[in-house]
């Protein structure tokens, strides 16, 4: 039986911009072959489960030519896959995919394409240039700044300069001084405002605003490379006013995010809309020990316990699927009263319809214990991971409170980019680090080495027992705070306005 390929745009990097279509093409997929100028943000959205090709193309350094990408797309549909077919911006602007759709068609392969937002428009936006206004264009015309191998740009520069509209260039870096010649030789004013984006809508976007005739001797001296735009016209005046992105507060600053892959988007959705690059780099992960005697032994004499207290998220997974395993919903807890260790546990019980009864004031294990010793008026059942912190369980002994500590799952630590992250991190390629818990901390020093030169970037951390397994390693960091996400962000922000 045949696949199907699904032409989805990606729009021009930051991930929020992927249309709620295009994110869900991607979680059904196959297999993804995907091309070199969609974000890496983009990219950790591609589910575990899915294949993904890389045929990335680079101006003069084509990888895989387009006829070969042709015959993958064809070759994955016709073994029965779901193919999604991943190009920046937008396919059917000079993205050559109604070529690539045209050789499905001809085969009789099923396809769809789903539109993606063209960085002709947003990365202008991003860049403080609305591409249309009243005062100054009512058209815009976008054209291609790159023409066929060995060919001379076929641009009929008169019939642009007549429409006194906006002029958008795309891949036009390399051919930039023979656009601007060309509008020039073809009677355009060498005042026009004219402007360049950078990496447009990513962290790392840079802008440079000059005249059309001073364009191409500011950018050689800002150094701009591509991938870039090139936009001409009145609206390049509106840049210095509406240049948004460059106001955030963590507009620039690169960001690593450390946390399990399933939980890491809160954090990095939070750090982006603030202007920060957030690069999700996993150092641990979650397995549930399944199946799990012990905790089907308690589950079978719950009436025996009058807390149940959970320590993380990935607990209360772990012991839901172990109590629906048995067969048994939240009806089983019964009067058993919830601890929750902090907002981010409470929300995830609260996902089963579960709301804690208690929630410590200072969210760690060890508080967690003390307000556990004073509410509690029987035995304890506390399902947690494989090497949970002493702690918790310390404070109940003392307190003389009886419980029983379960675990329900492990935390590994293991990535297999190790290597790329330890280069990135020696280079200084962070300004900060981002650690939610003191295993995070072990699986970052697992995944580059005791021995890596931490002295370039201020780790972020919730808590003190995160800060001091930090410390251990000689990282210099920063306490949220309070022991949750937004607080988390807020030290980054706060530490930002220091260092400026």
Not at 34 to 52: H, K, N, T, Y
Not at 99 to 124: C, D, K, N, Y
Not at 142 to 167: C, K, M, Q, S, Y
């Amino acid at each position: 039986m045949s696949g199907k390929v699904t032409l989805v745009g990606a729009g021009p990097g930051d991930p929020g911009l992927l249309t709620l279509k295009g994110r869900e093409a991607l979680r059904q997929a196959d297999v993804v072959v995907c091309d070199r100028l969609v974000s890496p943000a983009v990219l950790e959205m591609i589910p575990d489960s899915a294949r993904r090709i890389d045929v990335g193309k680079e101006a003069g350094h084509h990888l895989i030519p387009q006829e070969q990408i042709n015959d993958i797309l064809l070759n994955e549909a016709l073994a029965g896959h779901n193919v999604v077919r991943l190009k920046g911006g937008d396919p059917f602007v000079f993205g050559r995919g109604g070529e690539e759709l045209q050789a499905l068609a001809r085969a009789g392969v099923e396809f769809a394409e789903i539109p993606g937002v063209t960085s002709a428009v947003a990365a202008a936006a991003y860049g403080g240039i609305p591409v249309t206004h009243r005062d100054f264009a009512s058209s815009l015309h976008i054209i291609t700044g790159r023409a066929r191998r060995g060919a001379a740009l076929n641009i009929d520069f008169e019939a642009l300069v007549r429409t006194h509209g906006t002029l958008v260039f795309l891949m036009g870096v390399t051919a930039m001084p023979d656009i601007v010649k060309g509008l020039l030789d073809a009677g355009m004013d060498g005042d026009t405002p004219a402007a360049m984006v950078e990496r447009g809508t990513l962290p790392g976007q840079r802008r440079c605003v000059a005249t059309l005739a001073t364009l191409p001797q500011r950018a050689a001296e800002m150094g701009i490379h591509s991938p870039a735009l090139i936009i001409v016209g009145g609206v390049c005046a509106l840049a210095k006013e509406l240049c948004w992105l460059e106001k955030l507060p963590l507009y620039g600053k690169r960001i690593l995010v450390t946390r399990p892959k399933d939980r890491a988007g809160t954090l990095s959705d939070k750090l982006r809309a603030l202007g920060a690059e957030a690069v999700e780099f996993p150092c641990i992960r979650t397995e549930a020990l399944l199946p799990c005697p012990a905790m089907e032994s308690a589950l079978g004499r719950l009436a025996e316990y009058a807390w149940l207290g959970f320590t993380s998220a990935a607990g209360v997974e772990a012991f839901w699927n172990c109590l629906r395993g048995m067969g048994k919903d939240a009806r089983a807890l019964g009067g058993v009263k919830l601890a929750a260790i902090g907002p981010a546990t409470g929300k995830a019980l609260e996902a089963h319809g579960l709301v804690p009864d208690l929630i410590p004031e200072i969210y760690d294990a060890a508080h967690m214990g003390e307000a556990l010793a004073k509410a509690a008026a029987g035995r304890v059942l506390l399902p947690r991971a494989e090497a949970g912190s002493a702690s918790l369980t310390d404070a109940l002994a003392e307190a003389g409170v009886s419980c029983d500590a379960i675990p329900v799952y492990r935390t590994i630590y293991d990535n297999p980019r190790s290597a790329e992250l330890r280069e990135e991190i020696e280079a200084g390629k962070f300004d900060f680090v981002t650690f939610t818990s003191a295993s995070t901390v072990k699986g970052f020093i697992s995944s580059v080495g005791a021995d890596a030169d931490f002295g370039h970037f201020t780790g972020l951390c919730i808590g003190a027992q995160t800060a001091g397994e930090a410390e251990k390693h000689g990282i210099h960091v920063r306490i949220a705070e309070k022991a949750a996400i937004d607080a988390l962000v807020q030290s980054a922000v706060e530490q930002q306005q220091i260092c400026k």
